[in-house]
């Protein structure tokens, strides 16, 4: 018991050794029923908002009929009275004739942030057509949207070259994006290698880290087999001595394998986290409770 408690020590200072001011911002999908609007969606939304983030983010996926109108759904069940900064994702595949329309009823709602994405090739028809910059000059077009973009640290899966892959987030960011947030990842040095390189090539935004708990790694596996993200053998090693049915454990795992990825970045100046949340409130709740103990949330 002596060795566990010095073990649980030094992880509790390790947690609290961070010294800066962080901020916030969280990830949903929107629900497709009113039910769970209501039951997970604005519940958790709710609980998080405690924390003041920065923006909160609902995603559009163009593989999922009508997806524009249930994000549009989800925002307006958003209560007015939580003041938060709203940014729905627009995706360019197989919405082009939607986005002004849908750009111009967000911005009449007071809605002045976007996610814009090019979204899954779901078409051969936009595959070598269509490109996040072009909605971003559309967007910026119709309206001064402050505009969030998609970064990845390990390369884009479709991306021929990283080269090319940091030239295209570059082009981006030149058409009026004012930040990219990246996919999730595990390896934080593949995170920083990433920014240097993103600043040595004259992109002068925020890279803001995408932070996901691990609710399921059964659920992770799959995840990683559509991305290039790479998986530590380290958190591998963790979740193969867990039991899969024993909840608890496993995200206790989780907040402490984010604790140690955000500890880290802390120390190499990063002030941003944005949580992919997946619609469940409680490791990201768990974990935002525990650094605002130590850290200025704003």
Excluded at 76 to 93: D, F, G
Excluded at 109 to 126: C, F, P, T, W
Excluded at 146 to 175: F, G, N, R, T
Excluded at 199 to 208: C, E, M, N, R
């Amino acid at each position: 018991m002596k060795n566990n408690y010095s073990h649980h020590d030094t992880l509790y200072q390790t947690i609290f050794d961070i010294q800066s001011t962080v901020n916030f911002s969280f990830e949903f999908f929107p629900p497709k029923t009113l039910y769970n609007i209501n039951n997970n969606f604005l519940p958790t939304i709710n609980k998080l908002s405690i924390f003041n983030p920065k923006f909160i983010s609902v995603t559009c996926s163009p593989q999922i009929e009508y997806s524009i109108d249930y994000t549009y759904q989800a925002i307006q069940n958003i209560p007015k009275n939580l003041s938060l900064n709203i940014a729905p994702h627009i995706t360019y595949i197989n919405n082009i004739n939607k986005i002004s329309e849908l750009a111009q009823r967000y911005w009449d709602h007071g809605i002045k942030n976007i996610v814009a994405l090019r979204g899954d090739v779901i078409s051969q028809e936009y595959c070598t057509e269509v490109y996040a910059c072009d909605l971003v000059t559309l967007l910026k077009k119709i309206a001064d949207f402050d505009i969030s973009v998609a970064a990845y640290p390990e390369m884009h899966p479709e991306a021929q070259s990283a080269k090319l892959d940091l030239l295209y987030l570059k082009k981006k960011i030149d058409c009026g994006a004012n930040r990219a947030i990246t996919q999730f990842f595990f390896d934080v040095d593949k995170y920083l290698r990433f920014r240097d390189r993103c600043i040595a090539i004259g992109i002068d935004v925020d890279i803001i880290p995408g932070i996901l708990p691990i609710l399921n790694f059964q659920q992770l596996q799959r995840f990683v087999k559509l991305t290039n993200v790479y998986v530590p053998t380290w958190i591998h090693n963790i979740f193969y001595n867990l039991d899969s049915n024993n909840s608890t454990l496993n995200k206790m795992a989780s907040l402490m394998i984010c604790v140690n990825i955000i500890q880290r970045l802390c120390t190499e100046g990063v002030k941003n986290f944005h949580f992919y949340t997946l619609n469940q409130f409680d490791i990201t709740y768990s974990l935002c409770t525990l650094l605002k103990n130590k850290i200025k949330v704003n």
